[in-house]
């Protein structure tokens, strides 16, 4: 009975463990299965709220997107914008250029088609003139041809260059001085005076029938014959000049004549057909010479003149200084008297204040003391500056006349 009730209180005992290790087991699969619906559950919130947080994402990321595409329209328009106008500012100097270089190229072209009419104008002239300039030429070569018409234009030529030289007629040289040798007349066409009272003779030759017939000759021998004989005429010339000998008739003149040629032209062409002219010329005293040789001869002449006119001017001066020296010296004694005399005076005067001081002034002082008068009488003062000496020995000489070195 006993092992019964044992038994039994065991197999209570063992079922109701079974039971509790059953629950034991239920339980912690209960938790188990909670634990997962709690985590399956939070995974879902976290997958809902994740796709919820994307849907906002999107939506806010589709806003943003599309206000950063309106921000960035507009700030390109106004970059745009800007861009324009600055292009606009930078290349409103070029639009201004450009437009006066539009008006400047049809100033340009209105300028081209008149001076086109002009430039038509002037060549019609042009043609006109060489036309007029031939007949002229003409005309002056053949007066040209006569001996009267060469010779004054030889003349006229040489008063020209010795005026351009600076020696004018009424002071450097004289033209058509005649005079004589052995009871022949000669008459030279320019005296040129030289400082000290001598004198150059010029004279001018115009051989030019053999030079205008070379002109106008077409043929080359016909040209080089006639200009053969014009050099022949210079020769010629040169010859009759050495013959008169003007040097012989005035003992003032060196032992040359000038024989002037009113061209540098013809003196170069005869040079060409006789290179040893001027040679040739010398040995019979004569110098050749055309204007450009002239003019620096009359040049150097005229700096003779002016420089002996210095020299006169400083002659001149030398009396006007030593005029000078003498009165300076006149004026020094002068002073040196009144110096003197002032001297004199301030002695006389300060004398005369001693006497004022020592009996005058004193006497007339007891009236204020008598109570006569109120007002004191000022004692004058006494000059006690004295005269300057003079000590320049330029001045202290004054008593003999002095002169500058002759």
């Known amino acids: 009975m006993t092992n019964i009730v044992v038994g039994l209180i065991g197999l209570a005992i063992g079922v109701a463990l079974g039971w509790l290790i059953a629950q034991l087991r239920t339980s912690q699969r209960i938790a188990e299965a909670t634990s997962a619906a709690r985590v399956a559950t939070e995974r879902l919130e976290a997958a809902e709220k994740i796709a919820t947080d994307r849907d906002a994402l999107a939506t806010q990321f589709k806003a943003l997107s599309a206000q950063s595409m309106a921000d960035q329209n507009e700030r390109a328009t106004q970059s745009a914008q800007r861009t324009m106008s600055d292009a606009q500012r930078l290349l409103a100097p070029v639009s201004l250029a450009l437009e006066r270089l539009d008006r400047r190229l049809a100033e340009v072209e209105q300028e081209r088609t008149d ?24 005309s002056l070569v053949a007066a040209l041809r006569k001996p009267q018409i060469r ?19 009424h002071c450097d040289f004289q033209t058509q001085q005649t005079t004589t040798a052995q009871g022949a007349p000669q008459r030279p066409d320019m005296t040129v005076k030289l400082s000290g009272r001598r004198c150059i003779h010029v004279d001018a030759k115009t051989p ?3 030079f205008l017939e070379a002109a106008q000759c077409d043929d080359a021998e016909e040209y080089d014959a006639q200009m053969a004989r014009f050099a022949r005429h210079v020769r010629t010339h040169i010859d009759q000049l050495s013959a008169k000998g003007y040097w012989r008739t005035d003992l003032d003149s060196p032992e040359f004549v000038v024989c002037f040629l009113p061209s540098d032209a013809l003196l170069q062409a ?12 010398n040995r019979r005293g004569i110098v050749l010479a055309s204007p450009s040789v002239l003019i620096p001869m009359l040049r150097t002449v005229a700096l003779a003149w002016r420089q002996e006119a210095v020299a006169r001017s400083a002659t001149e001066v030398a009396a006007l200084g030593r005029d000078l020296h003498k009165r300076l010296g006149t004026l020094a004694g002068n002073l040196d008297k ?13 004398s005369a204040l001693g006497s004022l001081e020592t009996r005058v002034l004193v006497q007339a002082r007891r009236f204020e003391h008598l109570g006569v008068t109120a007002d004191d009488i000022a004692s004058p003062a006494p000059i006690e500056e004295a005269v300057r000496p003079l000590t320049s020995p330029e001045l202290t000489e004054n008593q003999t006349e002095v002169g500058l070195p002759e």
Do not use: C, F
């Not at 009144?338 to 300060?350: F, K, P, W």
């Open 115 to 138: 001076m086109t009419a002009s430039l038509r104008e002037q060549v019609a002239g042009v043609s006109t003139a060489g036309e007029s300039l031939r007949k002229e030429t003409a």
């Open 270 to 281: 005869a040079l060409q057909e006789i290179p040893d002219l001027h040679e040739y010329a």
């Open 208 to 210: 030019l029938a053999a």
């Open 151 to 169: 010779g004054a234009w030889g003349e006229m030529q040489l008063q020209r260059t010795a005026e351009v030289a600076g020696m004018l007629e």
């Open 338 to 350: 009144m110096g003197r005399s002032l001297t004199s005076t301030v002695r006389a005067y300060n």
